[in-house]
């Protein structure tokens, strides 16, 4: 069974399909910050406060790199029109 594509290639064939590989990866980011949130809202778990400032800043790495991107645009587009 060499050949046959395991769970995990197909989940990254499909999400390149949808989204670029840079965008991928960084969502990709936000999947352990997501099983803490969902832990602590239907398991109970507590979260440290060191989970707590870890997924803030993974977070906030994931909205810089999206916001980046538009604050480049938006300078270069106003730019162009100088």
Same mark, same amino acid.
């Given at each position: 069974? &060499?050949?046959?594509?395991?769970? /995990?290639?197909? %989940?990254?064939? =499909?999400? *390149?399909?949808? @989204?670029? /590989?840079?965008?991928? /990866?960084?969502?990709? =980011?936000? &999947?352990?910050? =997501?099983?803490?949130?969902?832990? *602590?809202? @239907?398991?109970? &778990?507590?979260?440290?406060? @060191? %989970?707590?400032?870890?997924? !803030?800043?993974?977070? !906030?790495?994931?909205?810089? *790199?999206?916001?980046?991107?538009?604050?480049? %645009?938006?300078?270069?587009?106003?730019?162009? *029109?100088?």
């Amino acid at each position: 069974m &060499e050949n046959s594509p395991n769970l /995990r290639d197909e %989940q990254k064939r =499909l999400e *390149y399909r949808f @989204f670029s /590989r840079s965008i991928s /990866r960084v969502i990709l =980011l936000g &999947e352990p910050v =997501l099983a803490i949130i969902l832990a *602590y809202l @239907f398991l109970g &778990e507590t979260i440290s406060i @060191f %989970q707590f400032i870890g997924g !803030l800043m993974t977070l !906030l790495g994931m909205a810089g *790199y999206f916001w980046t991107p538009s604050l480049t %645009q938006t300078v270069s587009k106003d730019r162009s *029109y100088s």
